[in-house]
C-alpha cells in the first residue's frame, strides 16, 4: 500500500476537515502517497485529484465544511460510473481509498469494495443515523449549534410569554432533536421515532402557563412534517402565541467541537492504519468511548435504534 486516496461525499459535516488532516498526516509519516479526490466521487471520475503534503491541512482542524469539497453524484450510482472510477484509481495508482460520508456514501463505497478496490469509511454526518456507531463526525456540533439557538429563542419567548418551535434537521432520525432537546431544557420533543401526541404538547403549554411559565420551546425534527401547522394547531388549542424558527442549514457548518475533531482525528489515524496494514472492507466508529472498526456490510446493514430511555428522560425533566 503506497497510494492513498482521500475523498468526501454526500451532506458535508464538521469535522470532516479534522479527518482528512489525520488521513494526511499519518499517511505522510507512514510514507505513503496521499492524494485528495475533489468533490466526491465526481472527482473519482474525473480524475479531479491532486498530491497533498502537510501543508495542505495546514490550519484546517477548526473549520467546519471540507477543504476536498463534496457533492452528490448520481453516475457513481450506475455500472458505467463504477468502471469509470476503477479506471481512474488504476491511472493514478491508488492502492486504497479512505471515504468519508454518510450512509449513500457508504453504499458508493460497497460499491467500490465489491469491485476489488481497498476502502475505510469513516462516518461524516450530522444526523447521527448510522446504526453500528454510537455517534458520527459532525453531530454533536449540529447539536451545539441548535442548543445555542434554543438558548437564544427561550430569551425571547420569556419576554414575550410566547411557545416556540425549533425545526432541526433529522427526516428519519430524531437525534438532533432528542439531544439538543435535552440540553436545551425544551418541553417537548418531536420526532420521527415516536408517534406525535400534540394533545400531550398542548397540555404541558396549558399547565406550564398555569403555574407561571413564560416561555414553552418544541424541538420538532423536520422529517415530522410541516412545522407552521404543527403552530396553528397548538395556538388553535391553547391560545398562545406560537412561531416557528428553521434552522436549517446552519446546523451544518461551523467550527467543530472539540469532541468530533478529537473523533476525527482518531477516525482518520485507524482508516489510514488499516489500509497500511492490509486491512480492507471496513467501516470505522465509536462505540462506548472506543474507536472501532466493522465490517463495512455489517454497517450498513445495522439499523438504528432510537434512545427511548433518554426520551423518557427529557419527557420527566419537562414536567
Ligand atoms: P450521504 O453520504 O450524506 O448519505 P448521499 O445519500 O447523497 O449522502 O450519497 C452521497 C453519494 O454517494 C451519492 O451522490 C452517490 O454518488 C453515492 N451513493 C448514494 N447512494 C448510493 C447507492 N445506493 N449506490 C451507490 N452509490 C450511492
Known amino acids: 500500500m503506497k497510494t492513498i486516496g482521500v475523498l468526501t461525499s454526500g451532506g458535508d459535516a464538521p469535522g470532516m476537515n479534522a479527518a482528512i488532516r489525520a488521513v494526511v498526516r499519518t499517511s505522510i509519516y507512514n510514507k505513503a502517497r496521499i492524494l485528495g479526490i475533489k468533490q466526491g466521487y465526481n472527482g473519482l471520475l474525473n480524475g479531479d485529484i491532486e498530491e497533498m503534503n502537510l501543508s495542505s491541512v495546514a490550519d484546517i482542524i477548526h473549520r467546519g465544511g471540507t477543504m476536498l469539497r463534496s457533492a452528490r453524484c448520481d453516475e457513481f450510482k450506475t455500472e458505467r460510473g463504477i468502471n469509470k472510477a476503477l479506471n481512474i484509481i488504476q491511472v493514478f495508482g491508488i492502492d486504497g481509498l479512505v471515504i468519508l460520508g454518510g450512509d449513500g456514501t457508504f453504499r458508493g463505497a460497497k460499491n467500490l469494495k465489491d469491485a476489488g478496490v ?104 423536520e422529517g415530522i412534517g410541516n412545522a407552521y401547522q404543527v403552530a396553528k394547531e397548538i395556538e388553535d388549542k391553547t391560545g398562545a402565541e406560537t412561531r416557528v424558527t428553521i434552522l436549517g442549514h446552519i446546523q451544518r457548518g461551523g467550527t467543530p467541537t472539540s469532541f468530533d475533531r478529537i473523533m476525527a482525528s482518531k477516525m482518520g489515524n485507524m482508516a489510514v492504519e488499516l489500509l497500511l496494514s492490509n486491512q480492507f472492507g471496513k467501516a470505522i466508529g465509536i462505540k462506548c468511548n472506543q474507536i472501532i472498526n466493522v465490517d463495512l456490510d455489517e454497517a450498513l446493514n445495522s439499523e438504528k435504534v432510537f434512545d427511548k430511555q433518554m426520551y423518557e428522560i427529557t419527557k420527566i425533566l419537562s414536567i
Open 118 to 221: 481497498p476502502v475505510v469509511c469513516i462516518p461524516c454526518t450530522i444526523d447521527n443515523d448510522m446504526g453500528y456507531t454510537d455517534y458520527t463526525i459532525g453531530f454533536f456540533t449540529a447539536v451545539e449549534t441548535v442548543v445555542d439557538a434554543i438558548s437564544k429563542i427561550r430569551d425571547t419567548s420569556t419576554s414575550h410569554g410566547r411557545a416556540n418551535i425549533v425545526e432541526v434537521m433529522g427526516r428519519e432520525c430524531g437525534d438532533i432533536a432528542l439531544y439538543a432537546g435535552l440540553a436545551g431544557g425544551a418541553e417537548s420533543i418531536i420526532v420521527p421515532e415516536i408517534e406525535p401526541d400534540i394533545d400531550e404538547v398542548c397540555r404541558k403549554i396549558i399547565q406550564g402557563r398555569n403555574r407561571g411559565k413564560l416561555h414553552h420551546i418544541i424541538v420538532l425534527a
